[in-house]
């Protein structure tokens, strides 16, 4: 394979200037929500002197994609999902525009600051699921993959610089300066979604309210592909997500120094952000059910040897390597999950996809606290690895359609009667 056909397939953004709108505004968004995120918690910490306030915020932004996510797909499989991102991205910025407000003038409560991030998180809710539909309107399907990459590849930029771009700024414009900046980067995603063309949904309009919400659970329940690829991603993160465990593993293992445990999660997004940058490796395979199950097992074994590992720097290069792994599976999963959903379910399965994208790494930082507790980090770690790797194999086991899905020839969606 060639260099050129190794490196990330930029022909997306060449090809459809609709996508190459959407996804630089998406990225622009994406760096003034991290940005925002570092204005917010530094705020709320200096109104409340709080860690608990401060731990709030997350909770704040977590808890309405969780609990709306399901009833938002169905909405979102009923309206034209552009119009609907509209309203959505409206509601963002001004969302952002009242945080602005507030950080010039002040006078609001932590609860307000507060109640603001969950206003915009409920957006969220709904504008996620509706522009995770976008893509497969705008490419054709041999350049799906490639178009997964590249909004992969945006996320993981933001989530490298944003933070530490944010800090800077807060230390230098104020937390003002921060939310203006994320208001400004709306207006350019209100732009972008407005010169998309309609995304209607399918011919049929789910049921409203919890029948079409149990309507699209029970064709995740009955799909073998989009079960099996939702189940590994569980797999990843509730049993094996490291996070919480790297205070303790750096304590444990190297002499609680500070700048080696800042230099975990960076290890983590320098993989993920090779994976994307060399994504042609994976993309063009055809094999997509294959490379999810591969980067999903490589994920867990990687931890689990960072569990084994005494030394530091191969510690990190492990990381790296989860990271990579890591960018392989979502990609790869994303792909299948958008090739073998229906155009009138999209919106559903989008937001089931969202929430165990959100939940999933919580509840496995918990039961990586929870068995460390009991045990030790290092433990904790390699007991994760491997049972990820047994969950992995017992997926792929158990579901053929998903070994054997191909990018090029996708199926039908096959339902178990």
Not at 384 to 410: I, Q
Request: glycine share 12%; aromatic share 6%; proline share 7%.
């Amino acid at each position: 394979m060639g260099l050129r056909h190794a490196l990330l397939d930029v022909t997306p953004l060449r090809t459809s200037p609709p996508f190459r709108r959407l996804w630089i505004s998406q990225a622009l968004s994406g760096f003034g929500s991290q940005m925002t995120l570092v204005a917010v918690m530094f705020q709320v910490w200096q109104m409340t002197n709080s860690a608990a306030w401060a731990g709030a915020v997350g909770l704040a932004q977590a808890l309405p994609l969780v609990v709306l996510g399901l009833f938002a797909g169905s909405v979102v499989d009923r309206v034209d999902r552009r119009k609907l991102c509209l309203i959505t991205t409206s509601g963002h910025a001004a969302c952002s525009l009242l945080l602005t407000l507030q950080g010039f003038f002040g006078h609001l409560p932590v609860a307000g600051v507060l109640g603001l991030v969950v206003a915009h998180s409920c957006f969220a809710a709904v504008g996620g699921p509706a522009s995770r539909t976008f893509i497969p309107h705008l490419l054709p399907k041999h350049q799906l993959a490639a178009g997964l990459a590249l909004r992969r590849i945006a996320f993981q930029g933001s989530m490298l610089v944003g933070p530490a771009l944010g800090g800077l700024i807060v230390g230098g414009l104020g937390v003002s300066g921060c939310y203006l900046i994320d208001t400004l980067t709306f207006i350019v995603a209100l732009y972008a979604v407005f010169g998309l063309p309609p995304m209607r949904p399918g011919d049929e309009p789910p049921r409203p309210g919890l029948r079409g919400v149990l309507d699209g659970l029970a064709f995740l329940a009955r799909t073998p592909v989009i079960r099996g690829a939702l189940l590994t991603d569980l797999a990843a993160t509730v049993l094996s997500m490291p996070i919480s465990l790297f205070p303790l593993i750096n304590a444990e293992r190297f002499g609680d120094d500070p700048r080696t445990l800042g230099l975990f999660l960076t290890a983590i997004a320098v993989g993920g952000v090779a994976a994307s940058l060399f994504s042609g490796t994976f993309t063009r395979l055809p094999r997509l059910g294959l490379v999810m199950l591969g980067g999903s097992a490589a994920w867990g074994a990687a931890l689990a040897l960072f569990g084994l590992s005494p030394h530091p720097w191969a510690g990190l290069a492990f990381l790296v390597l989860a990271g990579a792994a890591d960018t392989v599976s979502v990609v790869s999963r994303s792909t299948i999950v958008q090739m073998h959903t229906p155009s009138e379910l999209l919106g559903r399965v989008s937001a089931a996809e969202q929430i165990v994208g959100q939940a999933g790494p919580d509840i496995g930082n918990m039961r990586g606290g929870l068995v460390a507790d009991a045990t030790s980090g290092a433990a904790a770690l390699i007991s994760g690895g491997l049972l990820c790797l047994g969950a992995v194999a017992a997926v792929g086991v158990t579901t053929p359609g998903l070994r054997r899905f191909s990018a090029e020839h996708p199926a039908p969606p096959v339902t178990d009667r």
